[in-house]
């Protein structure tokens, strides 16, 4: 691909005059300001991203409308499943909120190598961001695309006629509980993109995770009619405890939600320092 | 006592190398990609790395970057050692990687923005400071565009913009003008050169290109096998090999290296791995 041949550049008076500023370094951030500094810098690329293609977002509410349109709405009828006595297509709805913010976090992986092989990730590695808050900035920038996506399911939930609420304490509840778990799931999958080091190995081990992590979670049913050992495994599954605060918050079922908070912010503390950990790999 | 102040004014005042490696090694494996490597580069001068594909010379670029580990004492950025002092190497460092490492869904203004954020541009002088940034590099006309629609010499610009946003002293370029036509190259070159005088800022560069080393580069390296074969500035190394074959006719920087480094090149230049990353650099640039 060519170019117009660019104008030879001249050390005119107006060109000297306006690099002023390329000529003096930026004063360095003092250390705790840091963190938040790389963590805005990094959502505000995914939201600019988005701006320009609104496509993803399109494209990733259709899954979430069948799971309610057609699932939700047919055992409601079936009233196969427990949901202590509201309409099922109501109990789906926070799981499904979880299972799509779960879809988009377990993408970060494949997204980060990608950014590897196109020296992306390389030119982001060689500025003053120590590796914890290049993965906390991309984790929480997951997190932002999530929210938006939980909106997104919310609109639908309610154009179906469930009763969410509108409490906006609880609305940020949600959010909170949203952007943690999406941390924790983008860092899951970071760590096994910095183990794996490969897309095509990432992308089997991602489909073999996501569904056993989603069936095995109470998004479709109480944890009370699991078999002993399934149960077992939503008692280790950090989705099972976001959808448990989700429908708490949005839908005033019992639920434990300082459990629920505290289980999701280790889970993101420990995803990110697993990640950052695993992240001079890629750089290799 | 005095002595020592004695020693710490010397210190002071004697110019810092830019980059200085002593028996720079790094080993991928099995396979030593760069087998001590001695290299210093003065401030305020365009260094070029040559060599083939595969002699080292992006792994010599990426322990100077901070990207590899190496202990202590091997490379030194303005007197800062990599294995220490990284946060303060980066923040002197503008780096553009080999391949075309703008985000293609975001404008050249944000691509710019994103590292004026990362080198904690203050807000209030972020807009100007990226502006003053995509002028240098002649973007100003297309600064609101999405970077995919631009031509491979507009994103290498780009990414230029991208390095000199934070001031950096030294800049480093891997490859810069990978899979160009040549009016790009040109155009790149050109950049690179207004903005060093501009600035003064010590630049780095590794290329395959004999011709453009000779023309832009203060002084060369080559590369082979690991190690530099020979140094100097491209003058006095084509002079050199005059006066070795005796010879009044001057050879080309690609002479000087083929006899620096003898037969044999064209078996050792790269891996299958090294081939298919340059290849899809020039292919993406078009």
Known sequence: MSEAPAAPPTASADRADGIDLLLRPPRPRAGW?????????????????????????????????????????????????????????????????????????????????????????????????????????????????????????????????????????????????????????????????????????????GQAITMPLFFGSNALYPVSIMPGWLRAVSRFNPLSYQVDALRGLLLGTHAHIALDLGVLVVAAALGIAAASSVLGRLAR | MTN??????????????????????????????????????????????????????TTAIRCITTLLPVPAGMVGVFGHDTAGDRMAVRRLLGYVPQQLSADAGLTGRENVALFARVFDVPRRERGARVGQALAAVDLTDAADRLAGTYSGGMVRRLELAQALVSAPRLLILDEPTIGLDPIARTGVWEHINAVRAAT?????????????????????????????????????????????????????????????????????????RDVRSTRRTAHRVG
């Open chain 2, 4 to 57: 020592d102040r004695q020693r710490q004014e010397k210190a002071d005042t004697a110019p810092v190398d830019a980059v200085a490696c002593t028996g720079l090694a790094y080993t991928f494996g099995e396979t030593r990609a760069v087998h001590g490597l001695d290299l210093s580069v003065a401030e305020g001068e365009v260094f070029g790395l040559l060599g083939p594909n595969g002699a080292g010379k």
């Open chain 1, 33 to 205: 300001r840091l963190l938040p500094a790389r963590v805005v810098a990094m959502c505000a690329v995914e939201l600019q991203k988005l701006r320009h293609d609104r496509t993803e977002l399109y494209t990733r509410a259709v899954q979430p409308a069948l799971w309610l349109l057609i699932f939700g709405q047919t055992f409601s009828r079936i009233r196969a499943i427990p949901t202590g006595g509201i309409p099922y297509v109501d109990y789906l709805a926070p799981g499904i909120i979880a299972q799509s913010a779960m879809f988009i976090a377990i993408f970060y992986g494949i997204q980060i190598i990608w950014e590897r092989d196109a020296g992306i990730l390389n030119k982001l590695l060689v500025t003053p961001t120590p590796r914890s808050a290049v993965i906390t900035g991309k984790a929480f920038a997951a997190g932002v695309k999530a929210l938006i996506q939980a909106v997104v399911v919310i609109v639908i939930a309610t154009l179906l006629g469930v009763a969410l609420t509108w409490n906006p304490l609880k609305l940020l509840g949600v959010a909170a509980i949203v952007v943690l778990a999406s941390a924790f799931f983008s860092c899951l999958s970071m760590t096994i993109a910095g183990v794996v080091l490969s897309r095509d190995r990432l992308m089997g081990i």
């Open chain 2, 200 to 272: 003064g800022m010590t630049v780095l560069v590794t290329t395959h290109y004999m011709d453009e080393a000779d023309q832009y580069c203060d002084r060369v390296g080559l590369m082979h096998r690991g190690r530099i074969r020979a140094l100097g500035t491209p003058a006095e190394l084509r002079r050199g090999l005059a006066e070795r074959r005796g010879t009044d006719t001057l050879p080309s920087l690609e002479d000087v290296f083929r006899d620096v480094a003898g037969s044999g090149l064209d078996d050792t230049s790269g891996d299958f």
